[in-house]
Every structure is written in C-alpha cells, then in structure tokens.
C-alpha cells in the first residue's frame, strides 16, 4: 500500500471548504469547514461569503487533514482540486490554494470535474463502472443528468435542472 500515490484533494465548489488525503483508493483523513451557518441568515448561499469561508478555512482544513492521516505535506505525491462547475469565487480559492500547495512542494496538479468525482465515488465502494455510465446526480437544488464513456475524459450533460423541483411537491398548476 505504501507504494500507491498519497494524494491531497481540495472541494470548493460551494459553500464547504473541503479536504481529502487518500493513499491509491484508501481515505486516511477528510476534514470539512462548513460556512451554512453564515449563509442562514440570507436564505441560502451567498457566493462571496463562500468565498471569504473557504479563505478562512483553508489552511486549518488543510492541515487538519494532514494530521489526522498522520502524513505531512512533503509526503504527498501530488494535490487535486475541483477544477469546476461551482461557484467562481469559491473555486477560485480553491484551485489558487491548490496551485501554491503543488508549486511549493514540487509536485503535480490534478484539476477534477465536480460532477465526475461524484461518479468516480462509487467505484469506492462497488468496483468499475460499466462504460458508457449514465448517472443522476441530485445535490440540494440541483440534479443532472449525465453519460460517460470514460470517467476521465468524457463525462457529457444531458439535462439538468437549477432549482429544487426535484426536491419538493411543486405549488404550480399543471398548466404553468
């Protein structure tokens, strides 16, 4: 196991600030700094106060991470980021995070689909994916639907929605 590459992965895409370290497929440690509750008061996700969290909360998850796999940052064979969709702003702290973690250690950097490390999760616990995937993703508000026939280059939408019709009873009349 020692053998497998130790990898750092940063998520921003929203309103938490989250942090992986996994050794090939196995996770040491994941540490995550929610901003809901500064969000609460306005109703829902402000995209600059997500973004002004995860400045904040940065390098504490970071390094929360780190201790709690037990590893340092020199041990780290390379760093992932989200690379997208998600808020500019909050991606934006993370992908700059990312980019000066991997130049200060010298080592690579992997920028991730969002949508597709959804997909990616599932081999984890159930094994390869049968190709083409299709999958449907439904996060808070949002769903899509998406087709891959490889997980790592090709991950299309094929339909996706921006509210949260798929989460409650609508209140329209059919005829809307």
């Given at each position: 196991?020692?053998?497998?590459?130790?990898?750092l992965?940063?998520?921003?895409?929203?309103?938490e600030?989250?942090v992986?370290?996994v050794?090939?497929?196995?996770?040491?440690?994941?540490?995550v700094?929610?901003?809901?509750?500064?969000h609460?008061r306005?109703?829902?996700v402000?995209?600059?106060?997500?973004?002004?969290a995860?400045?904040?909360?940065?390098?504490?998850t970071?390094?929360?991470?780190?201790?709690?796999?037990?590893?340092?940052?020199?041990?780290?064979?390379?760093?992932?980021?989200?690379?997208?969709?998600?808020?500019?702003?909050?991606?934006?702290?993370?992908?700059?995070?990312?980019?000066?973690?991997a130049?200060?250690?010298?080592?690579?950097?992997?920028?991730v689909?969002?949508l597709?490390?959804h997909?990616?999760?599932?081999?984890?616990?159930?094994?390869?994916?049968p190709?083409?995937?299709?999958?449907?993703?439904v996060?808070?508000?949002?769903?899509?639907?998406?087709?891959?026939?490889?997980?790592?280059?090709?991950?299309?939408p094929?339909?996706?929605?921006?509210?949260?019709?798929?989460?409650?009873?609508?209140?329209?009349?059919?005829?809307?």
């Amino acid at each position: 196991m020692a053998d497998e590459p130790l990898v750092l992965g940063i998520e921003t895409s929203c309103d938490e600030t989250g942090v992986g370290i996994v050794r090939g497929t196995t996770l040491l440690a994941d540490a995550v700094a929610s901003s809901v509750d500064e969000h609460a008061r306005f109703g829902g996700v402000v995209p600059e106060v997500a973004s002004r969290a995860h400045l904040e909360a940065m390098v504490p998850t970071i390094e929360r991470a780190l201790k709690d796999a037990g590893v340092t940052a020199k041990d780290l064979d390379g760093i992932a980021v989200t690379a997208g969709p998600g808020l500019a702003g909050a991606l934006l702290v993370g992908v700059s995070a990312a980019k000066a973690y991997a130049y200060a250690l010298g080592k690579p950097l992997y920028g991730v689909n969002h949508l597709a490390s959804h997909i990616c999760v599932d081999q984890l616990e159930h094994g390869a994916l049968p190709e083409p995937t299709m999958a449907l993703l439904v996060s808070g508000g949002h769903s899509s639907l998406l087709l891959s026939t490889d997980i790592t280059t090709d991950v299309r939408p094929l339909g996706a929605t921006i509210d949260d019709a798929a989460a409650r009873p609508s209140t329209r009349s059919p005829a809307c």
